[in-house]
């Protein structure tokens, strides 16, 4: 039981480019979540998932997209990549209260 | 709109001493207020939690303390020892369709030897 895996781990980009961060969880959980980690920062949330084609905006969506067409994958869509995306960015899932989350992925926007 | 305040933003303790953060929070929908511990380079992970049906709830040397009326809950850590050196997190959650959670600013805590 790996849990939440996140790939990559660390990525530099160019402005104007685009990636995807990639998340999977094997513990059979409907909700999944996105979330940006700045310095010293909270975590705010990006978009959600409660279930296997259902996605919605968080506090902060814009210049970000996300899918999930299977319960196990919910991947994070940067397109144009800007400097104000640099962070860190968390996915988690759950069942119904505790979140458990990913490793995390280091992006930086140059 | 910041819906849950933590405070304080870093926090120095003795082995030994006593650790409290606190957070208050806005919205009376919350039904669920957990705590969560980040190690660098780690993802964060759930530390303890908290319905707001109960005032107190303790686990081993952490101990969460509601006030209902206040709109206010603190997490205490007993003992404290140089491995709890983390940051915490505390958040609150609206049991509603997408059970997502609301986190407060995080708490930077160092325990000296």
């Known amino acids: 039981n790996a849990g939440v895996t996140q790939t990559p781990k660390f990525r530099i980009l160019k402005i104007g480019q685009s990636m995807t961060l990639q998340c999977t969880q094997d513990?059979?959980?409907?909700?999944m979540y996105w979330y940006r980690q700045d310095p010293g920062m909270g975590l705010k949330l990006i978009y959600y998932?409660?279930?296997?084609?259902?996605?919605d905006k968080g506090e902060v969506p814009n210049g970000y997209n996300v899918s999930r067409s299977t319960t196990e994958d919910f991947p994070l869509r940067l397109e144009l990549a800007a400097p104000s995306q640099t962070s860190v960015y968390f996915c988690?899932?759950?069942?119904?209260?505790?979140?458990?989350f990913g490793p995390g992925t280091r992006l930086t926007v140059t | 709109q910041q819906q849950v305040k933590q405070s304080p933003q870093s926090l120095i303790v003795q082995k030994g001493g006593i650790s409290i953060i606190n957070c208050a929070y806005e919205?009376?929908?919350?039904?669920?207020f957990p705590w969560y511990q980040q190690f660098p380079g780690k993802g964060p992970a759930l530390l303890i939690a908290?319905?707001?049906?109960?005032s107190e709830k303790k686990e081993g040397r952490f101990t969460i303390s509601f006030n209902k009326s206040a709109k206010q809950f603190s997490l205490h850590i007993m003992d404290s020892q140089p491995g709890d050196s983390a940051t915490y997190f505390c958040?609150?959650?609206?049991?509603?369709?997408?059970?997502?959670?609301?986190f407060g600013g995080g708490t930077r805590l160092m325990v000296k030897p």
């Open positions: 998932s409660v279930g296997a084609g259902i996605t």
């Open positions: 513990m059979n959980h409907n909700y």
């Open positions: 988690a899932s759950t069942r119904a209260s505790e979140q458990y």
């Open positions: 908290i319905r707001p049906d109960v």
């Open positions: 919205n009376t929908a919350f039904d669920y």
């Open positions: 958040a609150a959650r609206v049991n509603n369709a997408g059970n997502m959670l609301t």
